[in-house]
């Protein structure tokens, strides 16, 4: 069965680093997605991406978030400067075309921001 | 008001039983609607999707009254394994389209 895979699992960092989180969609999905969910809290939207551009966005996600497709199977966000508070999982998720657009998520990429 | 509200939990039930969650969303532009399960330090697991006429898969029904903005989740002779946090999910079909999780309500079968 297809799924979302993401890299690295675990990405410990120091505040003020830039990091960059992957993500691998299910191949023929075209909408995608970052979470985050910080821990003992709830799944929080960060960012839709579709047609090669940002669809939509909340309003965690500030100047210091960008998304990008560099080739025809990636997906990343990189997190330009992190602080303390970016520590959290990030989901990666996608959905194929359609109204109900059901999700899938990948496994998560734990983020420690010492 | 919260844009997406659960029953808080934990909801802790024998083996066998039936247990229901509810979910209110405040988004009355709402268009789709899912139920989904987070194991511990998991990702969320689409469960099924909650369908205008209500929809059922094999123990799980899912029901959904747009007039009251309601959705609930029963689940029918509950298992050991469907302990988990389940996770009620909204999005808007708008030009953008924008997903709420709620935030989950625990849920452990005991022997």
């Known amino acids: 069965e297809p799924e979302v895979t993401q890299t690295p699992s675990h990405q410990v960092t120091q505040m003020g680093q830039e990091v960059i989180l992957r993500c691998v969609p299910i191949?023929?999905?075209?909408?995608f997605y970052w979470y985050r969910q910080i821990l003992g809290q709830k799944v929080e939207f960060l960012v839709s991406?579709?047609?090669?551009?940002?669809?939509?966005k909340s309003e965690i996600f500030d100047d210091q978030f960008s998304v990008e497709r560099p080739d025809g199977s990636n997906f990343t966000l990189k997190i330009r400067s992190t602080k303390l508070e970016d520590s959290a999982m990030y989901f990666c998720?996608?959905?194929?075309?359609?109204?109900?657009?059901?999700?899938?998520f990948g496994p998560g990429t734990r983020l420690t921001v010492l | 008001r919260k844009e997406v509200e659960q029953d808080p939990g934990p909801f802790n039930v024998p083996e066998g039983a039936t247990v229901a969650f509810n979910c209110t969303y405040s988004?009355?532009?709402?268009?789709?609607f899912f139920w989904y399960r987070q194991d511990c330090r998991k990702e969320p697991k689409l469960l099924m999707s909650?369908?205008?006429s209500g929809n059922e898969d094999g123990r799980f029904t899912a029901q959904l009254n747009r007039a009251s903005q309601y959705i609930s989740l029963l689940i029918r002779d509950s298992k050991l394994s469907d302990s988990a946090t389940y996770l009620c999910?909204?999005?808007?079909?708008?030009?953008?389209?924008?997903?709420?999780f709620g935030p989950g309500t625990s849920l452990s079968v005991i022997p």
């Open positions: 909650v369908y205008s």
């Open positions: 191949s023929n999905h075209l909408y």
């Open positions: 988004n009355s532009a709402s268009q789709s």
């Open positions: 998720a996608s959905g194929a075309s359609g109204s109900y657009n059901e999700q899938f």
């Open positions: 999910v909204v999005k808007a079909k708008t030009s953008y389209d924008k997903v709420i």
């Open positions: 991406f579709y047609n090669n551009e940002i669809s939509e």
